[in-house]
């Protein structure tokens, strides 16, 4: 068997692997040792390899983002952020026609702004969002969509450290990065919008608006979210200006939003210890991932995958866009079947070096900064892809109520709206790089 059989042989397995629920990260790790001493026939690479990768995976100063974004993310669930937000939104837009799920769509964006993680979001706002819905009456395919929906807003609005990852794999700046993944995060909060206006029209008896706001609630609304907006603005501001790395960045972030749940009284020395309990847990799952992408990637390197498919996208004259739709709906159907991690940890060193090779008329940094977002928005449309996208399985087994199937036929709208986004940025590179180009 050759190099490239082998490492096609690799994937099948992997995949079989993660069906017997198999971790992921063990997964990989595994297939990446076999691979590796069936291709050199010795186990001396492998055993040299573990001793170097093990420190240079768990050692990286680039990587040390990933944890304190995560305990950002658990200091602003502890603080009550996601409630205010949720609250503020409810005044402006609650008495219109689906107003309550669109709220909780404003809520997701507010929240994944100093959040980054996708399921955090979707379970966070969840807790505020799904009583409220209840209680006008929302039926359960709206509900729950929309809140499953919302949630990927989590690791698409800066900051990500999904799109940290990406960055530390195709080596590019992080700062634009999230400059260049702020309008599209803001295009998918719009586009959510008009999903549930469009199911209301279709559906005018899906829900009921909540009683009109008055301008003093308005304003009460909104004067609580002020924590939200200073977070964001110093920490993506920051980044961008280059007040502060993004390492730095994400400490002052995590500083400011456990300080805030700390004056808010949300926060004591058990519920600290909660908190950097479930980051460590999250970082550590996160980072085994990383490590057993790491052995697998360097499989795959030896059998010269990426380079001889690269190589061959680029003598076989087919066009730049056509390679472009075929890698975006691999990842639509890995979403199927993985996390947003493990398939930017998995796919990008292959997928990459294919891109880089084809004229879109960019420059280099600016193909790689799209294709990012690209990847980054096809990921986000996997978590809510049936029949396993993780965000619906966190919000079906919050509402259980509500049947899996209804939350299917839900969804199916909002995905629709995002293909539609994928399509629009695909083909008009300048919505995403025009942040870069001020």
């Not at 069906?19 to 990446?32: D, K, Y």
């Not at 590019?172 to 993944?181: R, V």
Request: overall charge neutral; some cysteine.
């Amino acid at each position: 068997m050759g190099n490239m059989e082998l490492a096609g042989l690799s994937f099948v397995v992997l995949l079989a692997l993660i069906f017997l629920r198999i971790p992921i990260g063990l997964a990989m790790l595994v297939v990446g040792i076999g691979g590796t001493v069936i291709v050199t026939d010795s186990w001396i690479p492998i055993l040299a390899q573990m001793k170097s990768l093990t420190y240079e995976t768990f050692s990286s100063y680039s990587l040390s983002i990933v944890p304190l974004f995560l305990l950002m993310g658990q200091f602003a669930t502890r603080s009550g952020m996601s409630r205010g937000l949720f609250r503020a939104a409810a005044a402006m837009v609650g008495h219109r026609r689906g107003g309550i799920a669109m709220a909780s769509v404003a809520g997701c964006a507010g929240f994944g702004a100093i959040c980054g993680s996708s399921l955090a979001t979707a379970a966070t706002m969840a807790q505020v969002a799904l009583p409220e819905m209840r209680r006008y009456g929302y039926n359960g395919a709206l509900s729950t969509a929309c809140l499953a929906a919302g949630g990927t807003l989590g690791i698409l609005i800066p900051p990500s450290f999904v799109l940290v990852i990406y960055a530390i794999l195709a080596e590019q700046n992080i700062a634009k990065l999230f400059a260049a993944a702020f309008v599209p995060g803001i295009l998918a909060a719009i586009g959510y919008v008009i999903t549930i206006a469009l199911f209301m029209r279709f559906d005018p008896d899906a829900a009921k608006p909540a009683e009109k706001a008055t301008g003093r609630e308005r304003i009460e609304a909104m004067l609580e979210v002020w924590p939200v907006v200073l977070i964001f603005l110093l920490v993506v501001g920051g980044i961008y200006l280059g007040w502060f790395t993004p390492t730095e960045g994400a400490a002052v972030g995590t500083a400011g939003t456990g300080l805030v749940a700390f004056f808010r009284g949300q926060l004591g020395w058990k519920s600290l210890g909660e908190c950097i309990l479930a980051t460590a847990v999250s970082s550590g799952m996160i980072f085994f991932i990383v490590f057993g992408a790491g052995v697998f990637n360097s499989f795959l390197a030896f059998t010269q995958m990426p380079q001889t498919m690269a190589e061959w996208v680029g003598n076989a004259g087919y066009s730049p866009w056509l390679v472009l739709v075929g890698i975006l709906l691999t990842y639509l159907v890995f979403g199927c079947v993985m996390d947003s991690v493990s398939m930017i940890l998995l796919t990008v060193p292959i997928f990459f070096p294919i891109v880089m090779t084809l004229d879109f008329g960019l420059s280099p940094e600016e193909t790689a900064i799209w294709f990012g977002v690209l990847v980054l928005i096809v990921v986000e449309v996997g978590l809510i892809t049936p029949p396993v996208g993780m965000n619906l399985f966190i919000i079906n087994s919050m509402a259980p109520d509500v049947p899996l199937t209804q939350t299917y036929k839900g969804v199916i709208f909002f995905v629709l709206s995002d293909l539609i986004r994928v399509a629009i940025l695909a083909a008009f590179p300048a919505i995403t790089l025009a942040v870069l180009w001020i």
